[in-house]
């Protein structure tokens, strides 16, 4: 692997993301309005566009939506 394609991804950055430490920052107010379904993404398009982009705040982000949303079933 040469890590073309992990270099074109990262040149083709959304310019709305916001970074790592914003989404973090932010991460308990996007998750409660994804759970309510409040329009999460149409009120923070950058940490949509960050969560999109970003493996482990994805991670982050699926991992407290579980832990808000309760056991599965």
Not at 8 to 28: I, K, N, Q, S, Y
Not at 55 to 73: K, N, R, V, Y
Request: aromatic share 6%; net charge negative; proline share 5%.
């Amino acid at each position: 692997m040469s890590g073309w394609a992990e270099l074109d991804r990262f040149l083709d950055t959304d310019p709305r993301d916001v970074g790592c430490e914003e989404a973090m920052a932010m991460l308990h107010v996007y998750v409660e309005l994804v759970a309510q379904e409040a329009g999460a993404e149409r009120r923070h398009p950058g940490i949509a566009a960050h969560l999109r982009a970003c493996g482990p705040c994805s991670d982050d982000f699926e991992g407290l939506l579980a832990a808000i949303s309760g056991p599965a079933g």
